[in-house]
């Protein structure tokens, strides 16, 4: 026998459910341009990033607001409202309306005038103020002094405070560097900023969330990528062999192979200060030694304070000068006579 009782039970129950906003599950980014994408990504990665700190900086909010902002954001979702939403036909920034998902009106973001990407940080988590029921002034949206002093207009000028302060203090090309760039100044991301894919950086290459550099030609003058683990743009000292992009890189103008090479004696004799030292040039020019003793391994007969430099190959050491008769030889002039006689490997003084 069915259970009429029961029945009506359920029917409230999905009434009930059918009537409530779906909550968002996971954090997500939807319905906005992809202009948007990098200035959202990055905002989203650095509230990732720094939430925490944010939060025990400042003293405007109590505990109980942080604890719902901290709980809330995993699952918020950003939406970029239409143009013409109430809200945003009013000019505003953003605005919520219930089940963690913060609107954004992107288009009046954009014509803001000197809004950077701590802006969007900090109008996102204007927002989840509101979500999480934080206090404010009857007169929250007027434009005045009085209407923009009370704790989520607070609140979201420390976040701004906070996020201009670490971008400020960042290295230049770092992730939190990226925070004082304004909106849309490129659809790709550049190096250091936030990713989840390879095709979404300049460089094609996306490691540990972050757009990294693949070859020296991804990083600026002066730069170059260190390759193996979390790829990065290491200055380069310009120096004899030091690895280069191009000429510029180098002190000596010259970058031969990605390596910074000599160009003159000089350059050598700068690079060894006190020492005789010459510009090997042909292949890929090097600094090497001169006025080397007997014995030690040389190139040309330049190479050596005898003037003599013997041998096959890498096997051509310094020979003195002036060898006695009966020494071995390879041409008249390595003997004290004058006379260098025999065949091949038998040649001696006479």
Request: hydrophobic share 30%.
């Given at each position: 026998m069915i259970n009429l009782k029961f029945l009506s039970y359920i029917a409230a129950l999905l009434v009930v459910f059918a009537a409530t906003p779906a909550v968002a599950d996971h954090f997500r980014i939807r319905d906005c341009p992809d202009s948007a994408q990098a200035d959202l990504n990055w905002a989203v990665n650095f509230i990732n990033r720094h939430l925490d700190s944010i939060l025990a900086t400042q003293s405007i909010l109590n505990t109980r607001y942080q604890a719902s902002i901290k709980d809330d954001w995993p699952d918020t979702t950003i939406d970029c409202a239409k143009p013409s939403r109430n809200s945003c036909e009013d000019g505003a920034n953003a605005f919520h309306a219930g089940a963690n998902i913060v609107h954004l009106c992107w288009d009046n973001i954009m014509n803001r005038s000197g809004w950077n990407r701590c802006s969007v940080v900090r109008t996102i988590l204007h927002e989840k103020a509101h979500e999480a029921r934080a206090p404010i002034a009857d007169t929250h949206e007027w434009t005045d002094l009085e209407g923009r002093n009370d704790p989520v207009y607070r609140f979201g000028e420390s976040v701004f405070v906070y996020c201009d302060r670490v971008a400020g203090l960042a290295a230049a090309g770092t992730f939190d560097s990226l925070g004082l760039e304004p909106l849309g100044a490129t659809a790709e991301l550049p190096l250091g900023d936030y990713c989840e894919e390879d095709n979404q950086c300049q460089s094609n290459?996306?490691?540990?969330?972050?757009?990294?550099?693949?070859?020296?030609?991804?990083?600026?003058?002066?730069?170059?990528?260190?390759?193996?683990?979390?790829?990065?743009c290491i200055k380069i000292e310009g120096e004899i062999g030091e690895v280069c992009n191009r000429n510029s890189d180098c002190e000596t103008a010259q970058c031969d192979r990605d390596i910074c090479v000599c160009d003159t004696d000089q350059h050598c004799r700068d690079f060894f200060p006190g020492s005789d030292w010459r510009c090997r040039r042909g292949g890929q020019n090097a600094c090497v030694r001169t006025n080397l003793p007997d014995g030690?391994?040389?190139?040309?007969?330049?190479?050596?304070?005898?003037?003599?430099?013997?041998?096959?190959?890498?096997?051509?050491?310094?020979?003195?000068?002036?060898?006695?008769?009966?020494?071995?030889?390879?041409?008249?002039?390595?003997?004290?006579?004058?006379?260098?006689?025999?065949?091949?490997?038998?040649?001696?003084?006479?």
């Amino acid at each position: 026998m069915i259970n009429l009782k029961f029945l009506s039970y359920i029917a409230a129950l999905l009434v009930v459910f059918a009537a409530t906003p779906a909550v968002a599950d996971h954090f997500r980014i939807r319905d906005c341009p992809d202009s948007a994408q990098a200035d959202l990504n990055w905002a989203v990665n650095f509230i990732n990033r720094h939430l925490d700190s944010i939060l025990a900086t400042q003293s405007i909010l109590n505990t109980r607001y942080q604890a719902s902002i901290k709980d809330d954001w995993p699952d918020t979702t950003i939406d970029c409202a239409k143009p013409s939403r109430n809200s945003c036909e009013d000019g505003a920034n953003a605005f919520h309306a219930g089940a963690n998902i913060v609107h954004l009106c992107w288009d009046n973001i954009m014509n803001r005038s000197g809004w950077n990407r701590c802006s969007v940080v900090r109008t996102i988590l204007h927002e989840k103020a509101h979500e999480a029921r934080a206090p404010i002034a009857d007169t929250h949206e007027w434009t005045d002094l009085e209407g923009r002093n009370d704790p989520v207009y607070r609140f979201g000028e420390s976040v701004f405070v906070y996020c201009d302060r670490v971008a400020g203090l960042a290295a230049a090309g770092t992730f939190d560097s990226l925070g004082l760039e304004p909106l849309g100044a490129t659809a790709e991301l550049p190096l250091g900023d936030y990713c989840e894919e390879d095709n979404q950086c300049q460089s094609n290459e996306c490691r540990r969330g972050k757009c990294v550099c693949n070859d020296n030609g991804d990083c600026p003058a002066g730069y170059r990528c260190k390759t193996g683990g979390l790829n990065e743009c290491i200055k380069i000292e310009g120096e004899i062999g030091e690895v280069c992009n191009r000429n510029s890189d180098c002190e000596t103008a010259q970058c031969d192979r990605d390596i910074c090479v000599c160009d003159t004696d000089q350059h050598c004799r700068d690079f060894f200060p006190g020492s005789d030292w010459r510009c090997r040039r042909g292949g890929q020019n090097a600094c090497v030694r001169t006025n080397l003793p007997d014995g030690e391994r040389c190139h040309v007969d330049g190479d050596c304070a005898s003037g003599q430099c013997r041998g096959v190959g890498d096997g051509r050491t310094c020979r003195p000068t002036g060898l006695p008769n009966g020494a071995r030889c390879e041409k008249n002039g390595d003997c004290a006579s004058g006379q260098c006689r025999g065949i091949g490997s038998g040649r001696t003084c006479r």
